[in-house]
């Protein structure tokens, strides 16, 4: 959908084969001396011969940014044109908060690929992030002009005004192109994204329950509802719209995936617990909806020996997935085993990039084991992270 492309990160994601690939190399790097690993990952993986830009990508897998913009750096050196090389150290630079450094990468990667609508893509964020919002536009408008009846373009401009201080503009372009076409399903989609930027919901759910009558027998408007009133913390609704989804595309297990996390959010966990296990009975194997049911469970403190089986399951599937580490860790810490929950949740913490949830997690183990001062780190890190319930500040004032 339009919303999905819109909302999309930059990055594009790895292939199996090469996140396969890249578990590979971390776990040599991280057991063995970097210079006996370097020359088993280049017999590891020929497609990159270059030694420094596949170091720079094993640092960039173990969250080691620094590093990896000096071997990214180091293989530009000699590869000045090598285009993988450029994006990879574009984006290690935006996580390290450096955009303006950024941005010189970003603008060498576009003029490289003019035709290549992500590096321009890369090019608009990091000008916008990079303070240089003129810039950002000339070449929104450059490629507006390029390729006039361009939807994807469209798309472009929408979220990237929106997302960086122009959404009444972005609002007023896609209310243009949607008077254009007004039984158009992507311009009322693209409408709707435009006043969710902007900060009007009722105009954005307006224009999906809009979409939903001139489409009934399509998912895509439907589930754009749903994930919007999600959104808005409006989960009997939402449950309501995958529910008649799932009456129209029974097929799909995915709708039923949602139906559960929208009953957990209001407290039905018997209906969340069904709905993941109708969902299970169609794909016994999808990591996903085992860690969803384990983490449930381990979560509500119910069925926890069940719990550790669904997530071992998952991680079976996919073992450096932090969302499954923390599930288990999750589980072995209301099962009172607090070392085993240690030993997930410190990976956890490192897998997911500090999420706060996962700080939060670790800091109840260390509290549990007495080690204060760490606990009190993990709650102050979660807390950094976004980690707004009030519960957590109750925690800090009572850790001594």
Not at 237 to 262: D, K, M, S, T
Not at 274 to 296: M, T, V
Request: hydrophobic share 40%.
């Amino acid at each position: 959908s339009l919303i999905a492309w819109a909302a999309r990160p930059c990055r594009p994601s790895m292939s199996t084969r090469s996140t396969r690939i890249s578990r590979e190399l971390s776990r040599c790097f991280e057991s063995r001396s970097s210079t006996r690993t370097a020359s088993e990952a280049a017999d590891l993986n020929r497609l990159r011969p270059g030694l420094s830009f596949l170091r720079g990508w094993i640092a960039e897998n173990l969250r080691r940014d620094a590093d990896a913009v000096m071997h990214y750096r180091d293989h530009l050196l000699a590869n000045t044109g090598d285009v993988a090389g450029r994006r990879q150290i574009a984006f290690a630079l935006r996580r390290l908060k450096r955009p303006r450094e950024a941005l010189v990468e970003a603008r060498t990667l576009a003029r490289a690929r003019p035709d290549d609508l992500e590096a321009q893509a890369l090019h608009v964020e990091t000008a916008f992030e990079a303070q240089q919002p003129s810039e950002a536009v000339r070449v929104l408008d450059r490629l507006s002009k390029q390729r006039e009846s361009s939807r994807e373009i469209r798309v472009l401009r929408v979220d990237m005004l929106g997302r960086h201080g122009r959404a009444a503009q972005a609002i007023k372009e896609a209310e243009a192109w949607l008077a254009a076409g007004p039984d158009d399903i992507p311009n009322r989609a693209l409408a709707a994204r435009a006043s969710e930027l902007g900060g009007d919901w009722t105009g954005a759910i307006a224009h999906l329950q809009h979409a939903v009558e001139l489409a009934p027998d399509s998912l895509a408007p439907r589930a754009l509802l749903a994930r919007l009133l999600q959104h808005r913390n409006r989960w009997s609704e939402a449950e309501a719209e995958w529910r008649a989804a799932n009456q129209r595309f029974p097929e799909h297990v995915g709708v039923l995936y949602e139906i559960a996390v929208c009953r957990e959010h209001t407290g039905d966990l018997i209906g969340a617990e069904s709905a993941a296990r109708d969902a299970l009975k169609r794909e016994p194997d999808n990591p996903e909806l085992l860690n969803f049911l384990g983490y449930l469970f381990a979560d509500h403190a119910f069925k926890l020996d069940e719990a550790v089986l669904l997530v071992r399951r998952a991680l079976s599937a996919d073992p450096d997935n932090g969302a499954y580490l923390d599930s288990l860790g999750w589980a072995y810490f209301r099962l009172g085993r607090f070392d085993e929950a240690r030993r997930l949740l410190e990976r956890a913490v490192e897998r997911t990039g500090g999420d706060a949830v996962v700080h939060e997690h670790l800091g109840d183990v260390y509290n549990s084991l007495r080690l204060n001062n760490l606990a009190v780190e993990q709650y102050r890190r979660s807390a950094a992270a976004g980690n707004r319930d009030p519960g957590l500040r109750a925690k800090l004032g009572t850790v001594r």
